[in-house]
């Protein structure tokens, strides 16, 4: 099995630069890519949560510009899994070390994938206990529909309607098994969007960490919301029904 690059660059870290750390964003870009494809949604991030550490590794396996999360290239389905799951292992090794070094909690600390970084990373938030209250994933790639549902975490899908690598079918499919077991999960679609980090998805990741009450809280005040799917057009600006609140975080 191939070993980690021993040439793998440091993550790229950005700091709040006025004020103590208040939540920790960790990125985790596509297959065969490096951290430059996130780089808009780093921006909006920054934007909305300027007391924000932003940490954004690369991926330990391959060469160059073309970085892998897991230790294969183009598994089968069932090499896959195992393959996701010692990548997340991994992933949240750092994730604790990064959140010791800037005093955070696994409350402040949010997991962002794309398409191979967001199967990681939700079997990382699902997986590990309290590792993190918040994740978005674009263009969920999932190795396996999730066993449980962290008990104390957000999640938050955001897809594409025409996705032509990761059908927006398996983001459904992840939907449906969370909320089966009891999980705080929330699907975004935008029409006419493929396997891209579309501007509409961005805008809608920043609106769903910014206004969505975590749904044990809305259930302990006022019992569980009508609505937690929402499909919208991603050319009009007004489509989405939620507008920026209070910036909540946990």
Same mark, same amino acid.
């Given at each position: 099995?191939?070993?980690?690059?021993?040439?793998?660059?440091?993550?790229?870290?950005?700091?709040?630069?006025?004020?103590?750390?208040?939540?920790?964003?960790?990125?985790?870009?596509?297959?065969?890519?490096?951290?430059?494809?996130?780089?808009?949604?780093?921006?909006?991030?920054?934007?909305?949560?300027?007391?924000?550490?932003?940490?954004?590794?690369?991926?330990?396996?391959?060469?160059?510009?073309?970085?892998?999360?897991?230790?294969?290239?183009?598994?089968?389905?069932?090499?896959?899994?195992?393959?996701?799951?010692?990548?997340?292992?991994?992933?949240?090794?750092?994730?604790?070390?990064?959140?010791?070094?800037?005093?955070?909690?696994?409350?402040?600390?949010?997991?962002?994938?794309?398409?191979?970084?967001?199967?990681?990373?939700?079997?990382?938030?699902?997986?590990?206990?309290?590792?993190?209250?918040?994740?978005?994933?674009?263009? /969920?790639?999932?190795?396996?529909?999730?066993?449980?549902?962290?008990?104390?975490? /957000?999640?938050?899908?955001?897809?594409?309607?025409?996705?032509?690598?990761?059908?927006?079918?398996?983001?459904?499919?992840?939907?449906?098994?969370?909320?089966?077991?009891?999980?705080?999960?929330?699907?975004?679609?935008?029409?006419?969007?493929?396997?891209?980090?579309?501007?509409?998805?961005?805008?809608?990741?920043?609106?769903?960490?910014? /206004?969505?009450?975590?749904?044990?809280?809305?259930?302990?005040?006022?019992?569980?919301?009508?609505?937690?799917?929402?499909?919208?057009?991603? /050319?009009?600006?007004?489509?989405?029904?939620?507008?920026?609140?209070?910036?909540?975080?946990?």
């Amino acid at each position: 099995m191939p070993h980690a690059s021993d040439s793998r660059p440091a993550p790229l870290c950005i700091l709040p630069t006025h004020a103590a750390p208040a939540q920790l964003f960790v990125l985790l870009h596509g297959e065969a890519a490096e951290p430059g494809q996130l780089f808009d949604l780093v921006a909006a991030i920054r934007a909305a949560f300027p007391q924000a550490v932003i940490i954004q590794p690369y991926g330990p396996f391959g060469d160059g510009p073309g970085r892998r999360w897991i230790a294969q290239a183009a598994p089968d389905a069932a090499a896959y899994v195992g393959l996701v799951a010692d990548a997340a292992a991994a992933l949240a090794a750092d994730v604790r070390a990064w959140q010791r070094q800037h005093g955070l909690g696994g409350e402040q600390t949010a997991l962002v994938g794309f398409s191979e970084g967001a199967a990681v990373a939700l079997e990382a938030v699902c997986s590990i206990p309290a590792l993190a209250g918040r994740a978005l994933l674009f263009a /969920t790639r999932f190795a396996a529909l999730p066993e449980v549902a962290p008990p104390a975490g /957000t999640l938050h899908l955001l897809h594409g309607a025409v996705d032509r690598v990761a059908p927006v079918e398996q983001a459904r499919q992840v939907h449906a098994r969370l909320a089966e077991l009891q999980g705080d999960v929330t699907l975004d679609i935008a029409s006419n969007v493929g396997h891209d980090l579309h501007a509409a998805l961005i805008r809608q990741a920043i609106i769903r960490l910014q /206004t969505c009450v975590p749904l044990r809280s809305w259930e302990d005040a006022l019992g569980a919301p009508d609505l937690r799917v929402d499909e919208y057009s991603a /050319t009009d600006l007004s489509a989405s029904r939620l507008s920026p609140g209070s910036k909540t975080l946990h």
